[in-house]
């Protein structure tokens, strides 16, 4: 599903976001990416979802070598992706039902699909009867919840999500990872980006951990491995 061959992001004056990442995502799986700030996390998802460009090596999601993707097939190549933000990003004069709508509205679907669609959408994450509201009369998991609803309205294959649970409490932030599991289960394979190793400990699932752009654990390691493994860097 995602291979990266030695891929690394290098931006102005020498500096490196990501080194030599070496790896290989399964599709179907559920997986963190996990570091301390600033340990590339975000840019490891901004390049999958074309955000941003690798600078080096070679990166393929789903079959497609994304160097070959022009910047007018980015949107076409997006369509099989969902990402969702820790800000949320909602349109603020816009309801529940249009935010979620908007992937399918962009795409050309017809108003029949989009509102069907789009409630099964809100309904998945528990907000349906909240679809003529507005992202300011929403609490922040609710919020959370419209943003992964948007995600996941034009039925992605890929769900990335980065820091999905940043501003939440605990019980909250356990809540929005449950909602990706079930997506997961269904299919899906998901990718997120998180610091919040309490929770990702009560997920259960693999994780790959970065250290200043460089891999130090990759895919097969459990949490409680990763914890042995601290502060001893892997070859990739």
């Known amino acids: 599903m995602i291979r990266f061959t030695n891929v690394s992001m290098r931006y102005a004056g020498n500096m490196y976001a990501l080194r030599r990442i070496n790896l290989f995502i399964e599709q179907g799986a559920m997986v963190y990416v996990t570091g ?138 356990l809540e929005i990872m449950r909602l990706f599991e079930q997506f997961n289960q269904v299919g899906v394979t998901v990718l997120i980006a998180s610091h919040d190793l309490d929770m990702i400990r009560k997920m259960r699932k693999q994780i790959i951990t970065l250290r200043e752009g460089k891999l130090l654990t990759g895919i097969g390691q459990t949490l409680n491995e990763h914890d042995n493994e601290q502060g001893t860097e892997q070859t990739t």
Do not use: C, M
């Open 36 to 173: 301390r700030s600033g340990a590339g996390k975000s840019t490891l998802l901004r390049l999958v979802a074309l955000i941003e460009r690798h600078t080096e090596g070679q990166l393929i999601v789903n079959g497609q070598n994304l160097e070959r993707v022009t910047g007018r097939r980015i949107p076409l190549y997006r369509r099989n992706i969902g990402f969702t933000f820790q800000d949320h990003r909602l349109l603020k004069e816009r309801t529940l039902f249009d935010n979620v709508a908007l992937p399918l509205v962009v795409a050309g679907y017809r108003y029949q699909e989009i509102r069907k669609r789009t409630q099964a959408s809100l309904d998945k994450v528990g907000l349906l009867n909240k679809a003529k509201a507005y992202p300011v009369q929403l609490s922040g998991g609710e919020q959370q919840r419209v943003g992964i609803a948007r995600a996941v309205v034009h039925r992605p294959a890929l769900l990335l999500a980065d820091e999905p649970t940043g501003n939440l409490d605990p019980a909250l932030s």
